[in-house]
């Protein structure tokens, strides 16, 4: 069932509307070696698609935060489709994406289409300025079918890799990059893999895209396109997620967030159909860099999402210690002090990305680079001591206290009742749900997109690190303490000019900052 644009379909607007959406599709999804009948109903995977439906419940719930005016269709839509038209623009989906994390303790996996939405807008624009393609045009028209409809839009950037060392083209086996196998009058086919997607399974269209700068003997591999999640050849392989198989025993204590998780698979094309009028990027290889650089520019910014799942962390490390009759004392508030910084750190780097944005040549705003990478690096490092302090205030309990099976038996219920019991006035079940709680986020299903998907999503640590190598303006700042310590190198109206095309730069014009280096 392609969902194609059709003027009747109505919009998708509440988190129950969006569950029925996805069922009926007949997928190829497996998971643990069978494949799945119904994903919207399978038990490991109904907690991901629970946290994209709260993203459309927000939007019902808090509309200023989670909505926006469409500028294709002048209806009001979920702020995950909107296309930036102002730095406030980001800015609220930054505060989105903090209250989404706070209410789902986990990934809610919409974020990698509204970055996607936003790197295709202006790279389409510039793709066509260089080589009259028309690019712009299909991807507006796209967008405008996504805004009709409500949809989820999920992105597919991630190649496989294989052999690192050596280019797409140089692989012995091709498909170990998405590429196109053939051409024809109607559009292309394209095969390959997409590993780790965020959500692919509960979107209702994929944004296939190259993953790393390409040359001209890659020329096939530079393919961005749009794909119906059901289309003809794709096959999902599920992510295996630690403690995921707690959500098949039943009950709601073990699996410590039992409404809500992430959800990550592989992405298998076979020869996969794509019509010329969803096709974004067809071999113009030099700008392959342009949207991956585009993308993960705002993408490393919309990590302040973690900020949001923070927020939960450290409610539940300050609930055990307040359970365990130990809040006030003067080193576990220091704890959660320390907690509490790191994760405002975060928060602090990634919306200051968006508000220092800066307008892109093709209309749509994006944030400050450097800011932007600021804020990943963080992500890569913080939210381990956040979790590493949370395991500290909640000990050992936290991996050794028994099952809910043993809590609800008639025998040894009881024993579990009286010795795990904290301060008199906390049920010893209520002590155990948070400490579950704490489990799931730094050790179980939500530790996937917490810890590690925080290490590597939108790039490893070093990804960050030569980007901000890059942004760093060593030359101008260095120029600065020339001048300071008077040392003459330039006269002083050059300096003075350099630092005024610094300013115009960072704070007034269409070049975002750190795009040019003020001192060179």
């Not at 974020?111 to 712009?136: I, K, P, R």
């Not at 342009?290 to 910014?301: G, I, N, Q, S």
């Not at 799931?440 to 299903?445: E, K």
């Amino acid at each position: 069932m392609e969902m194609q644009a059709d003027s009747g379909t109505a919009m998708i607007r509440t988190g129950e509307e969006y569950i029925e959406s996805l069922r009926g599709r007949n997928l190829r999804v497996f998971l643990s070696g069978e494949l799945v009948e119904e994903p919207a109903d399978h038990p490991v995977i109904r907690p991901s698609i629970n946290a994209v439906a709260a993203t459309y419940d927000l939007a019902q719930s808090d509309p200023e935060l989670a909505t926006a005016i469409s500028p294709l269709t002048g209806e009001r839509i979920n702020r995950f489709l909107h296309l930036a038209a102002s730095a406030q623009d980001l800015v609220l989906q930054n505060k989105m994406q903090r209250r989404l994390g706070q209410q789902t303790g986990t990934c809610f996996q919409r974020c990698v289409g509204m970055d996607a939405f936003n790197a295709l807008h202006s790279v389409t624009w510039e793709t066509d300025q260089a080589h009259a393609s028309g690019y712009h045009d299909r991807f507006l028209e796209f967008v405008t079918m996504a805004h009709r409809q409500g949809l989820v839009i999920g992105g597919a950037m991630t190649d496989v890799k294989g052999d690192r060392s050596k280019a797409p083209h140089q692989q012995d086996d091709p498909d170990l990059y998405v590429h196109i196998t053939r051409r024809t009058g109607d559009g292309v086919y394209i095969s390959g893999a997409k590993a780790h997607q965020t959500g692919c399974i509960n979107s209702h269209w994929l944004l296939v895209m190259p993953t790393i700068r390409l040359g001209e003997a890659d020329r096939d591999y530079a393919i961005a396109g749009a794909v119906p999640v059901d289309a003809p050849g794709i096959t999902y392989i599920y992510g295996r997620q630690s403690c995921d198989s707690r959500s098949l025993e039943g009950g709601d204590i073990d699996a410590g967030n039992a409404r809500f998780s992430g959800q990550e698979a592989m992405i298998v094309f076979d020869d996969v159909f794509i019509p010329h009028e969803r096709v974004f990027m067809d071999g113009e290889y030099e700008f392959a860099a342009m949207l991956v650089e585009r993308f993960t520019c705002y993408h490393r910014r919309s990590y302040v999402c973690k900020s949001g799942v923070g927020d939960v962390l450290i409610g539940a490390a300050a609930t055990i210690a307040d359970y365990n009759g130990v809040e006030k004392v003067s080193h576990i508030r220091d704890k959660l002090v320390e907690m509490t910084h790191l994760n405002e750190t975060i928060y602090a780097t990634g919306i200051a990305s968006s508000y220092q944005a800066s307008k892109m040549r093709s209309g749509v705003y994006m944030n400050d680079d450097m800011l932007a990478n600021v804020c990943k690096h963080h992500v890569t490092k913080m939210p381990y001591e956040i979790g590493r302090l949370a395991q500290d205030l909640a000990g050992g309990l936290m991996v050794t206290q028994p099952s809910q099976k043993d809590y609800e038996h008639p025998e040894v219920g009881a024993l579990i009742r009286k010795y795990l019991k904290g301060r008199k006035e906390i049920s010893t079940e209520d002590r155990m749900r948070i400490l579950r709680l704490i489990e799931n986020m730094t050790l179980g299903r939500n530790a996937v997109g917490y810890l590690t998907e925080s290490m590597h999503g939108a790039g490893s640590p070093q990804a960050q690190r030569i980007q901000i190598s890059r942004l760093m303006q060593v030359d101008f700042k260095k120029q600065l303490a020339r001048s300071i310590a008077g040392i003459v190198t330039e006269s002083a109206d050059q300096l003075a000019e350099d630092i005024s095309d610094y300013m115009a730069r960072v704070f007034d014009t269409g070049v975002p900052a750190g795009k040019v280096d003020a001192g060179s």
